[in-house]
């Protein structure tokens, strides 16, 4: 099982050794996630290039024995933290989604209840529409009743009418004879001037019969005339509607050109400040970074100083270094201290060859950071935030690997001190008299690592100045980004608020228009078919009434008494 331990390191008695202790800090679980491990200790000989406080990865078998290499646990924490900066990041783009979800479900609830007030207006429409449907109903069957009775009179009319037709012929046959009998000077006898008599009587009758046609005529013509009179004002209504929605479709028009331009300008602005605020979010992102990077830069800065003057041999470097027993250093046999100090030179050189590497590959990993920080001057907002992602894991990398180095700077401060202290004593013992302490331990080689972290702090410095100014320039757009941001929001809630009034007014308007055109449509449909089934039955009525006016013209009833006067007079 993998575990993440700390290098702990502890002075041996009367050697003078060191002896490496690995503190378990957590272990790595099945699932690949990892949980703390408290006050667990374990023992190797293979840690011993790693400083005091470096953090490693190692391999604890089923009997708590290390197996395998121990390794440096920084690219392993790099990882986890990358996987974590990635994890973060997801949940925050699924934050903004439901942020969005929950905005798009406010403005279908709104759309929502815009549509039922508009659909309960319709059915308010609806409503009076089949009430006025009901009338329309109603006038039709008054109407097809009076179209009936114009049919019943029409029919009646002409059945008295080929009656009357008959018997006129009938009564010309007669009156042809009575002319033929005349011109031969016969007289009627009594039997034929009173058949004539009875068919003149009939055809008498037959004509006393228009009076009452002429009665139901008048009656049918009154109801027709109620009827249009009936319908007339829903006709005035379908002239209004017609002349009103015009007005309203052009207000309609004026409305919907102002809304959608009301519309493009918000979504300008919300563009906008979608972009500001992701310009907004990049420049935080950066600030935090380059405030993160001044304090690790000053941090490491500061490290440097304290490993420079250590270097130089200053007497506080002996503040907080392991106390050695020095009665044990005089009491020990020359040749065993010999050996010890010898041991102890081979130990600080091999430690000092490792804090080298471990310095080179810290200068790397600050060359590449610098790199990315290059990139990132040049390219435009939306590359900018990925290589501010990627700078980010830069710096926890190279934090990290400076607080290896912590440890390992401050194990070789300690190992330089501890041979400082045994190598006076045994020139002391042998003799020798030497005032420069830097020369007692001259065959060891540290100049490099000496000039390196000279260029480096030099380097420091001036990344510091830079970036000083840089922060300082951030800190300025980010101000005036917030400013704009806040501009441009209070100008994109006026827009909405003027929006959702344009809006309100579009639909009231919108809604009066559809109803005016439902009540248009429902008078062309319903109202016309009406009028011309009227228009129809005055047309028969008003034929029907110049045949009883052509009838009256020709007075039959005249005709018929005029008739028995000369009947009677041939009889007498």
Request: aromatic share 4%; net charge negative; with cysteine.
């Amino acid at each position: 099982m993998l575990y993440l331990a700390e290098i702990q390191k502890q002075t041996k008695g009367f050697m003078g050794g060191v002896e490496t202790k690995l503190k378990l800090i957590a272990c790595q679980r099945n699932d690949q996630s990892w949980s703390l491990v408290s006050n667990e200790f374990a023992t190797t000989d293979r840690a011993g290039d790693f400083g005091e406080g470096a953090l490693v990865i190692l391999n604890l078998g089923v009997n708590r024995q290390v197996q395998g290499d121990v390794e440096s646990a920084s690219q392993k924490i790099v990882g986890v933290l990358k996987n974590f900066s990635r994890l973060l990041e997801k949940t925050k783009n699924q934050e903004q989604e439901i942020g969005q979800w929950k905005e798009s479900l406010t403005i279908q609830s709104e759309e929502l209840s815009r549509q039922k007030i508009e659909m309960e207006t319709r059915l308010e429409q609806v409503e009076q529409m089949e009430e006025e449907f009901k009338q329309f109903e109603q006038q039709k069957e008054e109407i097809a009743i009076a179209a009936s009775e114009a049919s019943k009179i029409q029919a009646e009319f002409e059945a008295k009418s080929a009656e009357l037709q008959g018997a006129w012929e009938q009564l010309r046959g007669q009156q042809q004879n009575l002319e033929q009998q005349l011109r031969e000077s016969k007289i009627l006898d009594e039997s034929q001037a009173n058949n004539i008599k009875q068919q003149l009587t009939v055809l008498a009758n037959t004509a006393n019969l228009g009076d009452s046609l002429k009665d139901k005529l008048e009656s049918t013509t009154t109801t027709i005339e109620s009827q249009q009179q009936l319908l007339q004002p829903h006709w005035q209504n379908l002239t209004d509607c017609s002349e009103k929605i015009q007005a309203k479709r052009e207000e309609l028009e004026s409305k919907t050109i102002e809304l959608s331009s009301s519309k493009q300008q918000i979504q300008s602005l919300i563009d906008t400040i979608a972009q500001k605020e992701q310009q907004l979010k990049v420049a935080q992102k950066s600030l935090e970074v380059k405030q993160e990077l001044s304090s690790f830069l000053k941090l490491r800065s500061t490290e440097q100083e304290s490993m420079l003057e250590m270097l130089a041999g200053s007497q506080s470097d002996f503040a907080g270094v392991p106390k050695v027993n020095l009665q044990e250093l005089e009491n020990m046999p020359l040749p065993n201290l010999e050996t010890v100090v010898e041991g102890l030179k081979k130990d600080l050189e091999k430690v000092a060859r490792f804090v080298n590497d471990q310095e080179e590959e810290l200068g790397w990993q600050c060359k590449a950071v610098e790199e990315i920080e290059a990139k990132i001057a040049t390219v435009g907002e939306f590359e900018r935030f990925t290589l501010e992602q990627e700078l980010a894991d830069e710096l926890e990398a190279k934090k990290m690997l400076d607080q290896t180095l912590v440890g390992q700077r401050r194990s070789l401060k300690e190992r330089h001190q501890v041979l400082l202290q045994h190598n006076r004593v045994l020139k002391r013992r042998q003799g020798v008299i030497d005032f420069d302490f830097d020369s007692e331990i001259q065959d060891i080689d540290l100049s490099s690592i000496k000039k390196g972290l000279e260029e480096q702090h030099h380097k420091l410095q001036q990344q510091q100045q830079d970036l000083a100014g840089e922060i300082s320039q951030i800190q300025e757009d980010i101000q005036n980004l917030q400013i704009e941001l806040e501009q441009q929001k209070t100008q994109k809630n006026e827009l909405e608020s003027n929006i959702v009034r344009q809006q309100e007014e579009w639909n009231e308007i919108n809604v009066s228009v559809v109803k005016v055109q439902s009540q248009i449509d429902f008078y062309e449909q319903q109202l016309q078919p009406l009028q011309d089934t009227l228009d129809t039955l005055k047309d028969r009525v008003g034929e029907i009434e110049q045949l009883m006016a052509d009838y009256v013209d020709k007075n039959p009833t005249g005709a018929v008494g005029e008739i028995e006067r000369i009947i009677d007079e041939l009889i007498a």
